[in-house]
């Protein structure tokens, strides 16, 4: 089965929507032909200075969501960049909406407004008439930290935007993505919850586990599931390959825990016991506080290393053609991982192992990986015997490590 997806007009698109020429032009062109400049401009935008006046200016949705993508997304923008023009705007859309999500997590300060926020908008999809989704919750810029928060404010108070490339897709995709979105503000609503009644301090590894399995593995269970339906009519994934996609997603979000842990630290934050006598501590100076970080960093790098042989099942599960741009962009999504856990474990004092350093060459690279299904194995096959080496040692060059607080095996 082949899901085609309609672009019917809408007012902004009669009215012209107050956005540039050239922005109404690009949105008419197929996805096939523009993906290469918007894989150059993922590479050029800058996310620390975003142009939020131009953002707001734009008035044609599918426009807003190619625009505002690169600045909601990092390594994602490429991976669904790459993907065909059907699966990219439903998993652009996908993304962004769990971007909003994490935008009310990260920005409502109060835990009784943040709550009811996640939960109004995780039930916004449960409509009986056909309805589209229901207004979602405006933001203020109060809590604004940084020029990426007000990006996301821009995003989520520009909502129907998004909620208008929704409208496009075909009726299969939506009820997968209502689902993927009611399930992860109801994640959302748990990890909330859990902080608060903990002191800013998840207790253990399955609690890490469920909340890394909330943030990135029920994409990755969304994507695979669009991914199936695409290629085969049939979204129904198997128990096994359901619990590989957490698994993977789990090994994927614990690198961007494992990157934030100062900062984190600094909000009242950790995801790991071992730092909660260090909550709100801002100042890196003290040797003994840099070594613990350098301890638990250490820890949730191997962590995430057992679980990377869930990623490489995945993959080999899923129904590729012969000329496939969904397996680059799973490999791409790999190779960036790859990458990060490299520098990671530079990091704590490990030696790194071998791999393309350079985002232009992955991405160039990926290229190759859309015709021969033969070099994507292999390269999956060689980055996750890398990882799995690292998980245990083999490149390590320290003495003393922090005592497991409940490894996890796959």
């Known amino acids: 089965m082949c899901i085609r997806r309609g672009r019917p007009a809408t007012e902004a698109h009669k009215r012209g929507g107050g956005y540039p020429y050239r922005v109404k032009i690009a949105a008419t062109i197929p996805l096939a032909v523009r993906r290469p400049s918007l894989l150059i401009k993922d590479l050029l935008v800058s996310r620390s200075r975003p142009d939020l006046a131009g953002l707001e200016r734009i008035g044609d949705p599918d426009a807003f969501v190619w625009s505002i993508l690169p600045h909601a997304a990092r390594t994602f923008t490429a991976c669904i960049t790459l993907l065909p023009a059907e699966s990219a705007s439903a998993m652009a859309v996908a993304y962004l909406y769990c971007r909003m999500l994490d935008t009310y997590e990260d920005l409502i300060p109060l835990p009784a407004e943040r709550e009811t926020a996640l939960a109004e908008f995780g039930a916004r999809f449960r409509v009986s008439n056909g309805a589209g989704p229901k207004p979602a919750p405006r933001i203020t810029s109060a809590a604004v930290r940084n020029p990426r928060d007000q990006t996301h404010v821009v995003l989520v108070n520009r909502c129907h935007l998004v909620d208008q490339v929704f409208a ?85 979000q614990l690198a961007n825990v494992t990157r934030d842990i100062e900062a984190d630290l600094a909000r009242g934050l950790s995801y790991h016991p071992a730092l909660r006598a260090d909550l709100g501590r801002a100042d890196l100076d003290d040797p003994e506080l840099r070594e613990r970080i350098r301890r638990v960093r250490e820890e949730l790098l191997d962590q995430a290393m057992a679980l990377a042989p869930a990623y490489e099942r995945m993959l080999r599960a899923l129904p590729f053609g012969a000329v496939s741009p969904a397996r680059a ?10 990458r990060y856990y490299r520098s990671c474990a530079r990091r704590v004092g490990r030696e790194p192992w071998p791999g393309p350093e350079s985002t232009f060459r992955l991405i160039a690279l990926s290229s190759c990986h859309v015709v021969s299904a033969r070099w994507s194995f292999r390269t999956t096959r060689r980055i996750t015997e890398y990882l799995c080496r690292a998980g245990k040692g083999t490149f390590d060059h320290t003495v003393a490590r922090v005592p497991q607080f409940g490894h996890r095996s796959t």
């Not at 496009?168 to 609503?189: N, W």
């Not at 085969?232 to 698994?247: F, K, N, P, Q, Y």
């Not at 962009?329 to 790859?338: A, E, I, K």
């Open 168 to 252: 496009t897709l075909h009726p299969l995709m939506r009820p997968h993505m209502a689902d993927l979105v009611e399930s992860m503000a109801a994640g959302m609503i748990w990890s909330s919850r859990t902080l608060l009644a903990q002191e800013g301090v998840l207790a253990d590894a399955d609690q890490l586990s469920r909340y890394c399995r909330t943030v990135i593995g029920l994409p990755f269970l969304f994507a695979v599931r669009l991914h199936l339906l695409q290629r085969t009519g049939d979204a129904t994934v198997s128990e096994e390959l359901r619990e590989d996609c957490l698994r993977a997603g789990e090994m994927v």
């Open 329 to 338: 962009s799973g490999v791409l999504m790999l190779l960036f991982t790859d």
